[in-house]
């Protein structure tokens, strides 16, 4: 296992713009084929293979049950393997590349389409958990971690995350941009077209981890404990007993994880009932393109002062502060009752500022609580820590999934009127209207309470732990330079 014996790796190169680069190429790697399955599995699962769409719901529910495994052992494993040349997370990446490309493609090949359900569904669970379960997990937690080891400055961590964030961003906007307008023919999804276009994806995904590998450099290194070590921890009950003891006592890391979990709820939420939102509320469907694009602009606009902000106020302060505004701007926004489109696609400018902020910021804070585990603990444990955050995102995107559904149903929507081309009644109206804006904005709330009151790492406390292990490191490393009986 990793320990806190952790120093600058010798002879290595500045951390630079190549390294930002290089991460966000990562992220555009991974939504080459998570965002894919997001935007496109289910239309495929349904429209082309037949399946019901219930089952296909029922997967993706079991996927995460299953993750909360696959993904902790990940980390696990990430932790207690010894590290290559190349580092202890970078070489997943070059490992993982291809089979999660290949894993991909294959979810969207129509080879069964006109065999029993039984196989359809068959072969639709098991290339689904061999993709997600195993390959997706297999390079996204040894990528997510990896951003610990690249530097120990607070300010480059940050510009990590938000460079991160551009990259998932981009990915969003090339496939969102793209694909519908190519696999779509008379407004039907072509088994023919979809399979070529994951292909593409899968292509451009094994490109993307390419680049990653090359331009990013792993410059932290962790020395394993000897056996010895190792040994005398087990006789006195202090190595497995005492990882799980501070984990589980990890103050910032549950806190993120419930502010997360919740956040993603309320995000998905209002990005689940926005289809209906335009084509039911605003009678506008052609609008939902000018809004996507809308919403996606103040990534790019934070992008260019998350940094220099987050250093000067607080990576939690600043959360805290995006999640109150949008709040509010739901609040009132659904107060107003607004029926103009236009003018909803201007404000929906201003809901997406807390979001989007929460989303460049977040990946940093991460790093923060990794930080914090190795003070508390003397260990590192960067995969496991990020394993469990990773599958608490998992959990908060498949909850909002069947909530979605859920909540369309509960306020009167009614599919066969909407087939036939009718128009949903008043109150149904009212209802998607306070789904996309009431209930996520006092979810919202709750995400803004929890890093207040719950969340203790302040930018003050930040800097405090970051000074600390380097003191740490730094002693440590002369120590091991000191004659013998110093």
Excluded at 19 to 24: A, E, F, L, P
Excluded at 139 to 144: F, K, R
Excluded at 352 to 373: M, R, S
Aim: include cysteine.
């Amino acid at each position: 296992m990793a320990n806190s014996n952790s120093t600058p790796a010798t002879k290595k190169r500045p951390f630079g713009l190549r390294d930002k680069i290089g991460y966000m190429f990562g992220d555009f790697g991974n939504d080459f084929t998570f965002l894919l399955q997001m935007m496109f599995f289910m239309v495929f699962y349904t429209d082309v293979m037949g399946i019901n769409p219930a089952h296909v719901g029922t997967l993706f529910l079991v996927a995460r049950i299953v993750d909360a495994f696959t993904d902790v052992g990940m980390g696990r494993l990430l932790d207690l393997l010894k590290p290559s040349k190349k580092g202890r997370f970078r070489p997943w990446i070059l490992r993982m590349c291809i089979p999660v490309a290949l894993a991909s493609t294959m979810m969207y090949m129509p080879f069964v389409v006109d065999s029993s359900y039984a196989v359809r569904v068959t072969y639709m669970v098991v290339t689904y958990f061999i993709w997600g379960s195993i390959f997706y997990t297999s390079i996204n937690i040894p990528y997510g971690s990896m951003a610990a080891v690249i530097s120990t400055d607070p300010k480059h961590r940050t510009s990590l995350s938000v460079f991160r964030s551009v990259g998932g961003q981009l990915a969003f906007l090339t496939i969102s941009a793209v694909l519908p307008r190519v696999i779509f023919v008379n407004n039907k999804m072509d088994a023919t077209r979809m399979a070529g276009a994951a292909i593409v994806c899968g292509i451009c995904a094994v490109a993307c981890y390419l680049a990653c590998y090359s331009m990013v450099t792993e410059r932290i290194v962790f020395k394993r404990k000897t056996r010895e070590e190792i040994a005398a921890e087990k006789a006195k009950g202090g190595d497995t007993q005492g990882f799980l003891k501070t984990l589980l006592t990890n103050r910032p890391l549950w806190a993120l994880v419930l502010g997360a979990l919740l956040f993603l709820l309320a995000n998905f939420l209002m990005s689940g009932t926005l289809a209906y939102l335009w084509k039911d509320y605003f009678e506008d469907a052609g609008m939902m393109s000018t809004g996507q694009v809308v919403s996606i602009v103040p990534v790019f606009l934070l992008s260019l002062i998350a940094t220099p902000m987050a250093m000067k106020l607080g990576k939690k302060e600043i959360i805290v502060g995006a999640m109150f505004f949008t709040s509010i701007i739901c609040f009132v926004t659904w107060m107003l009752g607004i029926k103009s489109a236009v003018v909803f696609v201007v404000i929906l400018f201003f809901i997406q500022l807390g979001p989007n902020t929460f989303n460049i910021l977040i990946w940093a804070v991460l790093t923060d609580v990794l930080d914090y585990q190795e003070l508390k603990s003397g260990e590192r444990d960067d995969g496991t820590v990020y394993a469990i955050y990773s599958w608490a995102r998992k959990l908060g995107q498949a909850l909002a999934g069947w909530l979605v559904g859920f909540a369309i149903s509960t306020v009167g929507y009614d599919a066969e009127v909407a087939k036939a081309g009718g128009h949903q009644s008043p109150e149904t109206l009212q209802g998607i209207y306070t789904l996309y804006l009431l209930v996520p904005a006092a979810i919202i709330v709750v995400v803004g309470l929890i890093f207040l009151f719950i969340y203790p790492l302040s930018r003050k406390q930040v800097m405090a732990n970051t000074e600390e292990l380097s003191r740490r490191r730094e002693a440590k490393k002369a120590a091991q330079g000191a004659p013998d009986g110093d």
